[in-house]
């Protein structure tokens, strides 16, 4: 019997997923009037980043699919979807001339009486900043002009910053990010920007004057109004050549995935259920950066994970005994493993020597991919909006053959749910 919607969430529910909780990664800094400074830290507002596709195609289409069950015949039907590429893509690499961002910017601070009678006192400090501009994270903020991440070096009044800083470095680096005439910043490596100021113009090649200001209550006693003031200008870095990650591929994939992407899907930004999920260009294990709609045609179950995060690996430990249970009922699944740097950097990168152990561990055969703030993106806001959960990990979230989201959760017991919200789309299918 295929449970209902109805069921499989009350089941999810009373289940009570066993997850790996995480604080929201703090953005210490000096900036929006959303976050503030504190005692603790610099208090540097950052926000989370955030149409619709074609149906499939061909004999890829896996919304028609669902007849190609049953023993030979169905694992004839996933060998078929799931067959290596061979060739690669029509047309060469994009090269692209980057934009470069050069930014020079004061701060100062102005204590309060009760602020001032624990020790702080007025001052200000300089940061001089320059960034370019990143291609390979439109996730972090998919509709912007421009991304930018570069290093941020205090040029005077470090002793100014070290008493709100709480420690952290004096300089860090920083993403930029331009949306229209809306200035975006965060002091985070790989963290969704937020809005910092408003610009004038937004002409490239022009001294652009900035400004921001926030009262923040301090942790210790007392408040502090921060005021920023600087000049920032952005041009087209034409001796510096990128090439768009998102571009055809030249070549086969060298770990042997498929190359299914009909190529007429448009992303809804953000992850919606019933919509087409944002792509990646995230690394596999051969180095590659892999898409995930060339996994078009299989539902992808797409696996948030920490090295360090026990039901994580409880998750990983028994994904291929799942998977070969639904191939061998003719259904094609691809286990899409986005793992992260730990649950003490989940917005850092592994290193390869992590994700090596990781596949070899669990002796791994499926996609683990190198997390680069993807999933810290597009996770939380989904999850929150259709479970009511905070992220944690494992999270996860299942799309359907055509890369449409259909369900997501937070935690892992076991692959029940996961199966069975698969299995009931297959037979909807099927009978559609």
């Known amino acids: 019997m295929i449970p209902t919607r109805a069921n499989l969430l009350l089941s999810l529910l ?31 507002g950052a926000a989370d980043g955030g149409g619709e596709g074609s149906d499939g195609a061909d004999g890829t289409d896996g919304s028609d699919g669902a007849d190609g069950g049953g023993d030979g015949e169905g694992a004839a039907y996933v060998d078929s979807i799931q067959a290596a590429c061979t060739t690669g893509e029509e047309g060469g690499p994009r090269e692209v001339a980057p934009t470069r961002v050069e930014a020079l910017v004061t701060w100062t601070l102005d204590f309060d009486a009760t602020a001032e009678a624990t020790g702080l006192s007025d001052c200000s400090y300089t940061r001089d900043y320059s960034g370019l501009q990143r291609l390979d994270v439109p996730h972090l903020c998919h509709d912007c002009d421009f991304i930018v991440e570069g290093e941020a070096v205090m040029t005077e009044g470090a002793d100014c910053y070290a008493q709100i800083s709480g420690g952290a470095p004096a300089d860090r680096t920083e993403t930029w990010a331009l949306r229209g005439l809306e200035l975006l910043r965060s002091g985070a490596a790989q963290l969704s920007p937020g809005p910092l100021a408003t610009l004038s113009d937004a002409a490239a090649g022009v001294d652009q004057p900035v400004a921001w200001e926030s009262d923040s209550e301090l942790t210790s006693g007392g408040t502090m109004h921060l005021a920023a003031t600087g000049t920032l200008r952005w041009d087209l870095d034409e001796d510096t050549v990128l090439v768009d990650p998102f571009g055809p591929r030249a070549e086969p994939y060298a770990c042997g995935w498929e190359c299914n992407d009909p190529g007429d899907l448009v992303a809804t930004w953000p992850m919606t259920t019933g919509e087409v999920s944002p792509d990646l ?3 596999d294990a051969c180095g590659e950066d892999v898409s995930l709609w060339d996994f078009y045609g299989s539902y992808v179950v797409l696996d948030a994970s920490q090295s360090d995060c026990g ?19 003719g259904i094609p699944v691809r286990l899409v493993n986005v793992l992260g740097n730990g649950l003490g950097d989940v917005l850092g990168t592994p290193s390869e020597a992590t994700v090596d152990r990781w596949i070899s561990d669990f002796d791994l055969t499926e996609p683990v991919l190198a997390d ?13 909006e259709s479970t009511g959960e905070d992220m944690g990990y494992p999270a996860w979230v299942v799309i359907g053959p055509d890369m449409r989201v259909i369900e997501g959760n937070v935690g892992f017991r076991s692959w029940d749910d996961v199966g069975a919200i698969i299995r009931a789309d297959w037979e909807a299918r099927a009978g559609g």
């Open 311 to 329: 039901p994580c690996r409880s998750m990983a430990d028994t994904s291929e005994a799942f998977k070969a249970e639904l191939r061998g009922e």
């Open 14 to 44: 009373t289940l009570g997923l066993a997850a790996c909780e995480v604080e929201k990664p703090a953005d210490d800094g000096e900036g929006a009037a959303d976050d503030g400074a504190s005692s603790g830290d610099g208090g540097e």
């Open 281 to 283: 260009r995230l690394a």
């Open 372 to 384: 680069k703030g993807w999933t810290y993106a597009l996770f939380p806001t989904y999850l929150e």
